[in-house]
């Protein structure tokens, strides 16, 4: 049995979308395929189980909850931008 599962997420501007595709794409490997159209991040994956894409999935939504908290600028209690400031 062959489980195929497609996720669409809008962001607030194109840029932000391949911010996240280009920060999950060395993750995704053979399991995902990303894609980027306007606003839209697309990802397509398929697996050969129920189970095997339960995996898949949760560790793509690991990897997605880092990279949307870093194109945002947040990270666990602490905002990217004054890090930055900081160093500079």
């Not at 607030?12 to 995902?32: F, P, T």
């Not at 697309?42 to 690991?62: F, G, N, Q, V």
Request: hydrophobic residues 40%.
């Amino acid at each position: 049995m062959q489980v195929d599962c497609r996720i669409e997420l809008e962001y607030e501007s194109e840029e932000q979308a391949r911010n996240v595709a280009s920060s999950i794409s060395l993750d995704n490997g053979k399991y995902a395929s990303t894609e980027v159209v306007g606003r839209r991040l697309i990802i397509t994956s398929s697996a050969p189980s129920a189970p095997s894409m339960l995996h898949t999935l949760e560790d793509l939504m690991a990897c997605l909850k880092v990279a949307d908290q870093v194109v945002k600028g947040k990270v666990e209690g602490s905002d990217l931008d004054a890090l930055s400031d900081a160093d500079g």
